[in-house]
């Protein structure tokens, strides 16, 4: 839009405002002398109308950011905000119609953003825009977004590729049609877009972006090398040198990882993910009092110390644990997750479950943690051996939280614990009539006939999950890996366990179905390398150190085979007599 048009000069302004002050006197003067002729205003200049309407709509626009900023002390009503946007729109509509530029068109499309009609109503507008336009980068990269944040990626990439079909050597739209392959888990295709953009052309952007592609397809030291550049380029990007930190924990280079965390916090601590991070990794060290220190010393935020709290639980350091949850207590008011981890803590790491049903018990059923915990005592009234309570509260959860799946689940699982798996069977199935096609409930029942040599039953489910949600993670990981053990479609099976683990990198038993994919298809080095990050992440699992050895034998590396099959059988393997004659035929 022209500078004139975005702020009208002073001259024009006060021009205008006195043209239309004498032509109010001109009409009392006319009442007062009836034999006085009556003049007709004069007509704004078209440049004085542009300006005119300018001031217009960004006077409604203020109004809108006024009432928003106030919130419930805003005196506007619903009608007076439809209104106020009414005025703004027809503004603007005057604005584009007589000096049409691509501001005036993002200006229309924010508009609409928060609006029930949402991207859609904007995405018209943009459309316009680039009718007008058709080569401006900035509506281009809203338009993309537009059908991104819908999570339409492939609408989003067709307008990007077209754009870039017109103008190869936009390297900045380039790159972010790079970062939205990559935020859509097509790692390998973002990597191939952003390795066109030329060396010299490169930007500490694109570094991370390239950097952050290469560590979700595991190739680390590759991932390290493109974050430092980032980072040498701009020393104060704090989301490189978090991502650098966590390549480095990856690669189980610790001291590289806590120096660079530690950069991080001296530069402003900006992220307390950061912080998070470093107190992990002194857990992984075996240092909890430093992780400790890091905790005092961070954000009183709830978030935070919850967060990081679950860090010292997980890691089994639950007196340190408890220290952490106890700054919840600080300004007097005890959140119900106090007592839901105090809980875990009683019944983990002080082997009390009568403590910590205690602790359970102050939980207000009013309190959206009550599901959790009811679900949580009827757990520990199992595992103490009492199955008649533990289905009496799934079942009172199933009546107070109709529409929350746990129970279903739960129920499910007890009723599995006793052999009634008939039982088991028709409590999912009435899950799925009450809340119909829920993908946690339809996941367990495809588990159930997986469990219970009903598999093509099982992999149905689970593609109609899939069809349904397709960013399912333990469905996308049961139909990979289950193509896999049928030797079949492994292409999509890679495919699928790809997208999972994207989805959830740390996880291990998502690792493992890559690597077993890999071995399927007889691509034993990737397979090697990946379950090498299985066994890593989870290194207490026989199945995944059986695959471990499986591998190993593959390549004809015994002494890996006869650790990964003797970590089986040490980790108590459901098949050790099979375990055993892999290691004699070695």
Not at 107 to 127: C, F, H, V
Not at 262 to 277: K, M, N, V, W, Y
Request: proline residues 4%.
């Amino acid at each position: 839009m022209p500078t004139k048009h975005r702020s009208p000069s002073a001259t024009a302004a006060t021009l205008l405002l006195l043209c239309l002050a004498m032509a109010g006197l001109s009409a009392c003067a006319s009442s007062s002398k009836s034999r006085s002729p009556q003049i007709e205003p004069r007509p704004l200049s078209t440049e004085a109308q542009l300006n005119y309407d300018y001031l217009v709509y960004q006077d409604q626009m203020q109004r809108l950011q006024r009432h928003m900023s106030e919130g419930k002390q805003s005196d506007l009503t619903p009608e007076d905000v439809q209104d106020i946007k009414e005025r703004a729109e027809e503004a603007l509509d005057r604005l584009l119609k007589e000096a049409p530029s691509p501001q005036l068109y993002l200006e229309k499309a924010s508009m609409y953003w928060n609006d029930q009609a949402g991207p859609a109503r904007s995405r018209t507008i943009l459309k316009e825009g680039l009718d007008a336009f058709p080569d401006n980068r900035v509506l281009t990269i809203y338009l993309a977004n537009s059908y991104a944040i819908e999570n339409r990626i492939g609408a989003a990439v067709d307008v990007m590729v077209d754009y870039l079909s017109r103008h190869q050597d936009d390297f900045q739209v380039r790159e972010r049609l790079g970062q939205m392959l990559m935020d859509a888990g097509e790692n390998a295709k973002a990597l191939d877009e952003l390795k066109r953009i030329p060396t010299d052309k490169r930007t500490a952007d694109t570094y991370y972006a390239i950097g952050r592609t290469q560590g979700n397809l595991g190739m680390r030291k590759a991932a390290i090398a493109n974050l430092r550049k980032a980072v040498s380029m701009d020393p104060r990007f704090t989301e490189a040198l978090v991502e650098l930190a966590y390549q480095y924990e990856l690669n189980k280079d610790y001291v590289e990882a806590e120096k660079t965390y530690t950069t991080i916090l001296e530069q402003g601590d900006p992220f307390p993910e950061a912080r998070l991070r470093m107190i992990n990794l002194n857990l992984k060290l075996n240092n909890p009092d430093r992780a400790l220190q890091l905790t005092l010393d961070g954000p009183l935020s709830k978030a935070f110390i919850l967060d990081a709290a679950l860090m010292f639980i997980d890691d089994q350091f639950y007196a340190q644990g408890s220290t952490v949850l106890d700054m919840l207590t600080s300004d007097g008011e005890i959140p119900a997750e106090y007592y839901f981890y105090k809980a875990v803590i009683a019944n983990d790491g002080e082997k009390d479950p009568d403590k910590a049903l205690k602790q359970l018990s102050r939980v207000r059923e009013d309190d959206r943690l009550y599901p959790h915990a009811l679900r949580f005592k009827s757990q520990l009234y199992h595992v103490q051996g009492d199955t008649d309570k533990a289905l009496e509260l799934a079942r009172q959860g199933k009546e107070l939280f109709p529409k929350g799946h746990i129970f279903y689940v739960l129920e499910s699982k007890l009723l599995r614990s006793i052999d009634d798996i008939d039982g088991a069977e028709a409590v999912l199935k009435d899950g799925l009539k009450r809340l119909k096609d829920n993908p946690e409930i339809s996941y367990e029942l495809g588990m159930l006939y997986e469990e219970t040599d009903r598999r093509s039953e099982g992999l149905e489910i689970m593609e109609k999950v899939l069809r349904s949600h397709p960013d399912h993670i333990n469905a996308l990981n049961f139909v990979g890996y289950t193509l896999a053990e049928e030797g079949r479609d492994l292409d999509r099976a890679l495919v699928l366990v790809q997208k999972a683990s994207s989805l959830d990198p740390e996880n291990g038993y998502i690792l493992d179905s890559v690597a077993w994919v890999y071995f399927k298809q007889g691509k034993l080095d990737k397979a090697w390398e990946t379950i090498g990050f299985a066994v890593d992440a989870m290194n207490d699992d026989p199945t995944i150190w059986e695959h471990y050895g499986d591998i190993a034998a593959a390549m004809g590396n015994i002494k890996q085979a006869r650790k990964g099959y003797n970590y089986s059988l040490k980790h108590g393997t459901r098949e050790p007599e099979h375990i055993k004659k892999k290691l004699k035929d070695l």
